[in-house]
């Protein structure tokens, strides 16, 4: 469900929209952004939230490839192994990413729970290959090393928070 | 090496830190924005982007000038919603307007609104582009706090806002009409036209829907005028334009050039050619969605010299597009490259209509046995018949689209499918 302070953010960005209807991803936005998943509890408060069926919500959830109904890692990793990332060796940087974390070939999560690797298409970044998205952020023109050290220090944020 | 004594698209690489709205009114930022509110009437501002010949720059190539004067007179409100879901394969451009020189997109996107009467814009950027979004929501408060956005534009009685909107992960919101069902909270799924935007959009009201680039080329436009601007390009596609080049060339990256400009120069000149002094086998001018064009040694003639027009590059069996060129070397196997894209368009269906849901899955099967040695007889032919399945039957371009890979791939490269159907 949304909280008090997450219900006022809401209501600062329906100021934007005529229809609150139209706040429906913002909304499952911040409903998603404590866990990197929703549950159907906080799926239900943004369909209380906007007027909307729990099942439209539900179905948008399910259309949007951003929204996630199933237990993540802490950092999504998304890597481009699109055509034009291929071509400058995507497909083979993803593979050896992860065989170092220990994940299947088409990607996983770690065991700690920490990193949920993906391959995806593309990033509009074509021309900064290998590169990636952690939790939406870009990291590009990347190296083996490279990434390896980006994700020591999201371990090392982790285990320090 | 530029074709250009300075870009007009891409001026932070002439004027550094041009994203700074200091930076942007000292270089002649908004000066067009407020020469149209002193001096010119709105069907003024919309007449000379119409003498200036500027094609929407998303993909379709329709004069933005004829877009803006389709909008009904006396129905209010009037949306402009900028398309910002950049998400091509192989395309880079908008992004790198909005983070290196937003507020020439902001000053098109407030000309654009004077010119057709828009009280607002929403500015739908993919879920993806969540960081670049930070900058450009600053850059929006610094041109409300300046007085060029909000109520009473530089103390003229016009008043208009722009919001930003996020997607969440969906090609098809590319699609002008699933971007309009998305912006309102519904799934991204295309809706029937007629009517078109222009007169039922946004919350059903008149909507001018245009790409980041088109909007960005408009203050020089109004600024400089039309012939100015057709300096650049040619007669029938004046201007310049954002290339974006990626794959097998040295240096990939954004290039803007005159229309017409021949690809010799983009691949060469820009690009620094094919490495290690391989043979280009084949081109991809729009990304995904369009005809493979094959290079010197594949197919007839020197493709190096086609001019890179909306016309040209249609006269020569694809399309412009977005002009996102993808570039493959002789090392490429044609049928892998195409199972690429075949799982881009599989992956991306909306699932509206059967052709395209059903078709994109189907093709994506034929393609995986292909490529793991249980390709039966007649998989290529039956690749082609799905394409004219799906061939004028899909409710939106997504799906018409994703046959170009499939098609152009075996006219050009059919010996490579047939290897693998007998190997």
């Keep these: 469900m949304l909280s008090e302070a997450e219900h006022q953010e809401l209501n600062e960005i329906l100021k934007k929209y005529p229809d609150k209807r139209s706040a429906v991803l913002p909304a499952l936005y911040i409903a998603q952004r404590a866990r990197n998943y929703l549950t159907d509890d906080d799926i239900r408060g943004v369909a209380e939230a906007l007027d909307i069926s729990v099942t439209e919500v539900q179905a948008i959830v399910g259309f949007y490839t951003l929204l996630r109904k199933d237990p993540t890692g802490k950092y999504i990793v998304q890597v481009c192994t699109d055509l034009p990332c291929a071509l400058r060796g995507a497909e083979e940087f993803y593979r050896r990413l992860c065989q170092r974390l220990g994940l299947p070939p088409q990607g996983g999560t770690t065991d700690d729970g920490l990193f949920t690797v993906e391959a995806v298409v593309c990033l509009a970044a074509c021309d900064k290959v290998p590169l990636a998205q952690i ?27 | 090496m530029s ?90 451009k908008d992004r790198e307007i909005i983070e290196a020189n937003p507020h020439q997109m902001i000053e098109g996107i407030a000309l654009c609104a004077y010119a057709v009467g828009a009280q607002a814009a929403y500015v739908y950027g993919r879920g993806e582009f969540k960081g670049p979004f930070v900058g450009l929501q600053q850059a929006l408060d610094d041109a409300y706090e300046k007085g060029f956005l909000g109520r009473n534009i530089l103390n003229s009685d016009f008043s208009f806002d722009i919001y930003t909107h996020l997607g969440a992960g969906a090609y098809i919101c590319g699609e002008e009409t699933a971007l309009l069902e998305s912006l309102e909270g519904k799934l991204g799924q295309p809706r029937n036209r007629p009517p078109f935007p222009a007169q039922v959009g946004l919350y059903n009201k008149p909507t001018v829907v245009n790409n980041v ?47 017409g400009a021949p690809l010799r120069h983009l691949i060469e000149e820009c690009g620094g050619g094919v490495p290690g002094g391989r043979a280009l086998k084949a081109i991809l001018p729009a990304g995904a969605s ?44 044609m049928v892998w490259a195409a199972s690429k894209m075949a799982h881009f368009f599989k992956h991306e269906s909306c699932g509206k209509c059967s052709p395209c849901r059903e078709g994109t899955y189907w093709v994506e099967d034929v393609y995986h046995r292909l490529r793991d040695g249980s390709g039966r007889p007649g998989d290529v032919d039956l690749l082609l018949n799905i394409a004219d399945q799906m061939d004028g039957n899909c409710f939106c371009l997504l799906g018409e689209f994703s046959v170009c890979p499939v098609r152009s791939s075996i006219q050009h490269f059919r010996d490579e499918y047939e290897a693998l159907v007998k190997g």
């Excluded at chain 1, 990291?139 to 980006?150: G, H, Q, T, V």
């Excluded at chain 2, 329709?62 to 950049?86: M, R, T």
């Excluded at chain 2, 334009?241 to 097998?248: D, E, M, R, Y």
């Design chain 1, 135 to 161: 939790n939406l952020k870009y990291y590009e023109n990347l190296s083996d090393d490279r990434i390896d050290a980006i994700l020591d220090g999201l371990r090392r944020d982790s285990e320090d928070a």
């Design chain 2, 290 to 333: 369009a005809p493979i064009l094959p290079g010197p040694g594949w197919g007839t003639g020197d493709i190096l010299d086609l001019s890179l027009d909306y016309e040209s590059v249609q006269a020569a069996g694809s399309m412009l597009g977005s002009a996102s060129f993808i570039v493959m070397d002789e090392t490429v196997d």
């Design chain 2, 213 to 259: 680039e088109t909007l960005t080329n408009v203050p020089p436009i109004v600024l400089h005028g039309a012939q100015w601007y057709r300096q650049f390009g040619t007669d029938k596609s004046p201007g310049t334009k954002i290339f974006c080049l990626s794959g097998h060339v040295a240096r990939p990256g954004n290039y803007e050039l005159p229309l």
């Design chain 2, 3 to 92: 074709l250009l004594a300075e870009h007009v698209l891409l001026r932070h690489r002439d004027v550094p830190h041009i994203r700074d709205i200091n930076v942007y009114t000292n270089h002649g930022g908004y000066d067009a924005l407020r020469k149209a509110l002193s001096d010119m009437r709105p069907e003024e501002v919309t007449d000379v982007v119409k003498a200036a010949g500027l094609r929407g720059r998303g993909g379709a190539g329709f004069p933005a000038g004829v877009k803006w004067s389709f909008i009904p007179a006396g129905v209010k409100p009037v949306y402009i919603v900028v398309n910002a879901d950049e998400s091509e394969p192989g395309t880079f």
